[in-house]
């Protein structure tokens, strides 16, 4: 069955430093990546996906990943974290190609000003 | 467009009851899908629907049950409430995931506190 690890359950970071959140899947075939952010009480919303063609992927609010098949590998990536990006962050893969995803536990971030 | 909505957003209900959740797609999405979310469990799939028919199943018990609607809205069931079902409970909307390139939508969910 496919899994996600994400690797950092709680990350804590100052303003303008520069993010990185692990996630590692376990399915070894085509697989579609996304990264979700749940803001406090708000919807999960989608920051990135990938499907094919470049493996770095740009998101919405500066968010990027990059998707290293020889690793298993999609990290999300920020070069310079506000105050506002303080969420809960998962890393997910589609399975089966309908609309179930598999998700990460999560990483709770908290940026603090 | 209106985004994913779900109702109620909160409920409380005793252990034995049953309860039953609604999940209205956004226009023109044919496919919902259902999840369960808890701090110690993360968030875990239930079942997906498209065009009234479940396609895919998580692993839950019996109690957990669904149905979706030729308007492409959805209901989720769950009988014989126990403590741990405790959750909030998300649907999700997309186009046709199985038809390439799409995304899921989320709802704010369903708080459901069983006491």
């Known amino acids: 069955a496919q899994s996600v690890s994400q690797h950092n359950h709680h990350v804590i970071l100052s303003e303008a430093a520069s993010l990185e959140l692990g996630c590692n899947y376990s399915?070894?075939?085509?697989?579609?990546l996304f990264w979700y952010v749940q803001y406090p009480g708000q919807h999960l919303q989608l920051l990135l996906k990938?499907?094919?063609?470049?493996?770095l992927v740009k998101g919405i609010k500066g968010f990027e990943a990059e998707f290293i098949k020889s690793k298993f590998s999609f990290n999300l990536r920020k070069p310079s974290v506000q105050w506002s990006d303080t969420a809960e962050y998962f890393c997910?893969?589609?399975?089966?190609?309908?609309?179930?995803?598999?998700f990460g536990a999560g990483t709770r971030l908290a940026v603090h000003p | 467009k209106a985004g994913v909505t779900q109702t109620p957003r909160y409920l409380i209900k005793t252990r034995g009851q049953q309860v039953t959740l609604s999940c209205s797609p956004i226009?023109?999405?044919?496919?919902v899908s259902w999840y369960q979310q808890t701090p110690g469990q993360g968030l875990q799939f239930l079942f997906e629907?498209?065009?009234?028919?479940?396609?895919n199943k998580g692993n839950f018990p019996g109690r957990f049950s669904g149905r979706q609607f030729s308007n492409s809205r959805s209901e989720m069931n769950v009988s014989t409430l126990e403590l741990g079902d405790s959750a909030l409970y998300l649907c999700?909307?997309?186009?046709?995931?199985?038809?390439?390139?799409?995304?899921?939508?989320f709802g704010q969910g369903t708080r459901l506190t069983v006491v």
């Open positions: 226009s023109g999405h044919r496919s």
């Open positions: 997910a893969v589609l399975s089966g190609g309908y609309n179930k995803l598999i």
């Open positions: 629907y498209f065009s009234e028919t479940q396609r």
């Open positions: 999700a909307s997309s186009l046709n995931p199985g038809a390439g390139d799409t995304e899921a939508f």
């Open positions: 399915y070894g075939g085509t697989v579609n």
């Open positions: 990938y499907f094919s063609g470049d493996p």
